[in-house]
Nanobody
Framework: HVQLVESGGGLVQPGGSLRLSCAASGTIFSRNTMAWYRQAPGKQRELVADITSEGNTNYADSVKGRFTISRDNAKDTVYLHMNSLEPKDTAVYYC???????????????WGQGTQVTVSS
């Protein structure tokens, strides 16, 4: 049973920084691509960044140069380092992964419960 638990959200002033963490269990973490999504009020959930098992990263244009995704396979944890935060970054941030359960079941998507990030003065 795959579980993802996010932490690290909070209230920060514009220009500030936060680090989000997502601890995974019930999965062979090192082989999965891990992703961070976010959803602002009244908007659709969007991909922020992802990182493959090999460490290759991908970012939304809106966060390039400000956010960094990283992973620690020894701790089964993925991080999102957020710098130069702006009010438009305010959203609930979710951790996500896809676990392949084999031929009979196939791939299943898993989400964490989300952590609120609010950027405001």
């Amino acid at each position: 049973h795959v579980q993802l638990v996010e932490s690290g959200g909070g209230l920060v002033q514009p220009g500030g920084s936060l680090r989000l963490s997502c601890a995974a269990s019930g999965t062979i973490f090192s082989r999965n691509t891990m992703a961070w999504y976010r959803q602002a009020p009244g908007k659709q959930r969007e991909l922020v960044a992802d990182i493959t098992s090999e460490g290759n990263t991908n970012y939304a244009d809106s966060v390039k140069g400000r956010f960094t995704i990283s992973r620690d396979n020894a701790k089964d944890t993925v991080y999102l380092h957020m710098n130069s935060l702006e009010p438009k970054d305010t959203a609930v941030y979710y951790c996500q992964t896809i676990e392949d359960h084999g031929v009979r079941i196939g791939p299943l998507e898993y989400w964490g419960q989300g952590t609120q990030v609010t950027v405001s003065s």
